[in-house]
């Protein structure tokens, strides 16, 4: 698949092929969205989507203040119908004027060690650099308002990558090449997770030194 950056909605596409492949998503599950640059607007996939499909008719523009159809440059507003969990996407960028990206997937390992009741751990430096912490959410029907008001109300303290319970996981940046990095890392850390918990093993596994948390909160200009 050909990655043009130059439009967001190319990039979001590049990013629902990735996941695609890599097995954090499957069908028409999960969705993706980009804060417009200067607009009080994002595009977000259409209903339905398959994420390995992507082309740029297949976002639609929404505003974000009200979540009414929006108008981009000299395009009309677009017809398609925007993904089931709309109120989820703008919940997360009214509470995070910092987010420019959300990505909401369904990967397997993450959401099977929450249906087991363990917490994903921050083994590596590029977990603890790219991840710093995830939470849980506890279960909301999708789609819903509650959901998108209690997902908002947890990320507002600056947290990047949440679980959601019983339903997949959203991850946020300040890039879609950032929100991309973390839902990778956000599944790599639960599949490590996972492994020594299989092997018996979770409560000898070594989670990233505190050393380097510390040094992560006390600086933006570590680079693992």
Request: proline share 5%; with cysteine; hydrophobic share 40%.
């Amino acid at each position: 698949m050909n990655y043009v950056p130059g439009d967001l909605r190319d990039q979001l596409a590049h990013v629902g092929y990735d996941v695609v492949q890599a097995g954090l998503v499957c069908g028409s599950g999960g969705n993706l969205s980009a804060r417009i640059p200067d607009e009080d607007a994002i595009w977000v996939t259409a209903s339905g989507t398959w994420l390995e499909r992507l082309s740029r008719k297949d976002f639609t523009a929404v505003r974000i203040s009200d979540g009414a159809p929006a108008t981009v440059g000299a395009a009309p507003p677009s017809r398609t119908e925007p993904t089931s969990e709309l109120a989820l996407h703008l919940a997360l960028y009214r509470a995070r004027p910092d987010v420019n990206a959300v990505v909401h997937l369904h990967p397997q390992t993450a959401l099977l060690l929450d249906a087991v009741g363990e917490h994903i751990r921050i083994v590596t430096t590029d977990h603890a650099y790219y991840l710093r912490r995830v939470s849980t959410v506890p279960f909301r029907l999708p789609g819903g308002t509650e959901l998108a008001a209690l997902t908002a109300a947890m990320a507002a303290d600056g947290t990047d990558c949440l679980v959601l319970s019983q339903h997949g996981c959203v991850v946020m940046g300040d890039s879609v090449e950032l929100a991309h990095k973390r839902a990778r890392n956000l599944e790599e850390a639960a599949s490590l997770t996972y492994r020594a918990l299989t092997a018996g093993r979770l409560e000898n596994l070594r989670e990233c030194p505190e050393e380097f948390l510390e040094k992560l909160s006390g600086s933006t200009t570590v680079r693992v």
